[in-house]
């Protein structure tokens, strides 16, 4: 497919708009502070929209619809149950404790919880999941782009077979645009041009849905029309949410409801330093809190605009050799000119909306929690700004060089859900009991953490090397069921060493544990002058 | 009652579960840091929302 030079001038205006956009913001970025957390001046419909632009990138559109062509609509369990719970606890109980704590980052929180052995591990585990879901994510681009434009704009330049030249083309210039304005505006151009490309995406989306439902080939036409369509194909489940837990698919309702719900979407919602790190730069709590559930209530339609695609996908090409490229193939046979250039637009924004937002969550870890927390290096404000934005644009490189590992999964969203299984388990498990139970100690997070990784690996190693009858788990992708066990391993170590293990003065976990935050101001009075009750 | 009612009543249940839990928590707790204590404030009325239309989605689907 070859655009049009109408969708290719409408795709260039948008990016050269989002580029000045977002290099506005250099302007305001003096400390280190404004850089990382915006100046902690961000309005909550703001911090919403920049979670959910965050969180769905072009992984969701490619993978996602992916999924949900092989899957059906169990795939949406991901962006509901999947996302609602966790919001729901993150905002009443997790954020406003971060807040407080004035903290740049869930490690940086880790470490004043337990110590800096259990931040130090964290921060270099997050930056390596950070890292290599940017190659993820420039591979996802990239197969975006092969799929819409083909070998036709380099014709002359790179030979028609050469599929992995026009690959990495697309890498480098995907990687070289976002860095641009990430590396300049900080945190602030990260969110607000999020914001934009929020609007942009979710217009983009619903053409696509708009017209996609009116195709011919779908008979009544509508949602009716295409489940009746995939019903008559031999698709039956594929409107069911609910999928038998012996059943191949990565969304078994036991996983669904023990891994994913319990301990995988707690766990992302609460411990990434990627959804975190823009209510840590609210205004204030109310806002942290609210911006948190405002971005749950957004998320609900996201799989309205990525899911029915996937399933649109199955009822007009249920031959295609990839399911990764359904979405790609609804743009290109579907859209007239013009609105191709705006769907393609809003691709592109989701893509760098994500691609921002891990870049400025990586070069926070890096430079408050491993260079200037654990290695002790002391620089003045001036200097940690030139850090951070030093760090953003050496992570664009290495996010290139890790393009090549995220092609041994069978779909690019499996591979980022079984790194976030090995990681997700013992992180939730750490801050979970760190938060409700004060007894949990350093030593016992330190060994329980690092127990739980293992197992989490363990698991993973052993179901991909392991032949089919021999391995821990029948479903495919098992990353629910390895995050569940990797959290009650790590729970389980954890209640255990810290039993075995001298606890911490309370006085020192003042504003770190959880207690007595349901009581308003007298009845907290009452509590303290009973029996010493902390403030929370 | 086959596997997959048993699943949808577990998963309706989480988030009546969640909902009950969502109304414990204090108003004063619920609007801290917020400039004024309107009603639209109150974040436990969002929560309960954004849950009712789960429920009524994971009960049809």
């Known amino acids: ?536 | 009652m086959n596997e997959v009612s048993i699943a949808r009543c577990l998963f309706v249940g989480f988030f009546l579960l969640l909902a009950a839990g969502v109304m414990i928590l204090p108003r004063a707790y619920i609007l801290r840091g917020a400039p004024d204590t309107a009603l639209w404030r109150d974040l436990r009325w969002w929560a309960l929302l954004l849950l009712a239309v789960h429920v009524y989605v994971y009960w049809r689907f």
């Not at chain 1, 945190?187 to 929020?198: E, I």
């Not at chain 1, 053409?207 to 039956?236: C, K, N, T, W, Y």
């Open chain 1, 1 to 536: 497919m070859s655009l049009h030079w109408i969708d290719i001038a409408i795709i260039a205006v948008y990016l050269l708009g989002l580029l000045g956009f977002g290099l506005c913001f250099s302007r305001f970025v003096k400390t280190e502070e404004d850089y990382f957390l915006a100046g902690r001046n961000l309005p909550f419909w703001a911090i919403g929209m920049s979670i959910v632009v965050s969180d769905i990138g072009a992984i969701d559109f490619v993978s996602l619809t992916g999924a949900s062509y092989r899957y059906g609509i169990a795939a949406a369990n991901m962006d509901w149950i999947g996302t609602l719970p966790a919001i729901i606890i993150a905002s009443l109980i997790f954020i406003p404790y971060y807040w407080r704590a004035g903290v740049y980052s869930v490690p940086e929180y880790m470490g004043r919880r337990y110590d800096q052995r259990v931040r130090a591990v964290q921060s270099i585990i997050w930056t390596i999941y950070l890292v290599l879901i940017l190659g993820a994510m420039f591979l996802a681009a990239a197969k975006m782009f092969e799929n819409l434009l083909g070998a036709r704009p380099w014709a002359g330049l790179i030979p028609e077979d050469a599929v992995e030249i026009r690959l990495w083309t697309y890498v480098l210039v995907t990687a070289a645009f976002t860095g641009a304005y990430t590396v300049a505006g900080g945190l602030a151009a990260v969110v607000y041009t999020d914001v934009v490309q929020l609007v942009i995406m979710f217009l983009g989306a619903l053409i696509v849905l708009a017209i996609g439902f009116q195709h011919p080939d779908l008979g009544a036409g509508g949602l009716s029309g295409l489940r009746e369509s995939l019903e008559s194909a031999g698709h039956d489940s594929h409107f069911s949410l609910f999928l038998p837990h012996d059943t191949k698919t990565p969304y078994p309702w036991t996983g669904v409801l023990f891994g994913l719900a319990l301990v995988q979407a707690p766990a992302y919602f609460i411990g990434n330093q990627q959804i975190v790190q823009r209510t840590l730069g609210a205004r204030d709590e109310w806002s942290a809190k609210a911006g948190t559930l405002f971005a749950g209530a957004l998320k609900f339609f996201i799989p309205i605009l990525v899911v029915l695609p996937g399933l649109l996908a199955l009822a007009l090409y249920p031959q295609l050799e990839d399911a990764d490229q359904a979405y790609g193939q609804l743009i290109k046979d579907l859209l007239p000119v013009g609105l191709t250039g705006l769907v393609f637009a809003g691709f592109l924004a989701a893509l760098m909306s994500s691609v921002d937002s891990f870049l400025t969550s990586a070069a926070s870890i890096i430079s408050r929690d491993i260079i200037t927390g654990l290695c002790r290096v002391r620089l003045d404000d001036r200097s940690l700004l030139r850090l951070g934005k030093l760090l953003t644009l050496v992570l664009v490189v290495f996010g290139v060089a890790t393009v090549p590992f995220c092609g041994i999964f069978a779909g690019i969203y499996e591979f980022i859900q079984a790194i976030l299984s090995i990681v997700q388990g013992p992180t939730w498990a750490l801050l979970l009991i760190g938060m409700f139970w004060r007894r949990a100690t350093a030593s016992g997070g330190f060994v329980a953490l690092l127990a739980g990784l293992a197992v989490g690996l363990g698991l993973t190693i052993w179901q991909k090397a392991a032949e089919a009858g021999a391995r821990p788990f029948q479903c495919e992708e098992p990353f629910m069921f390895i995050a569940l066990v990797s959290f009650l391993s790590t729970a389980g170590v954890l209640v255990a060493a810290s039993l075995a293990t001298r606890p911490r003065p309370v006085s020192e976990l003042r504003g770190l544990v959880f207690r007595a935050t349901f009581h308003d101001t007298e009845a907290q009075s009452a509590l303290e002058a009973r029996g010493g009750e902390e403030e929370p």
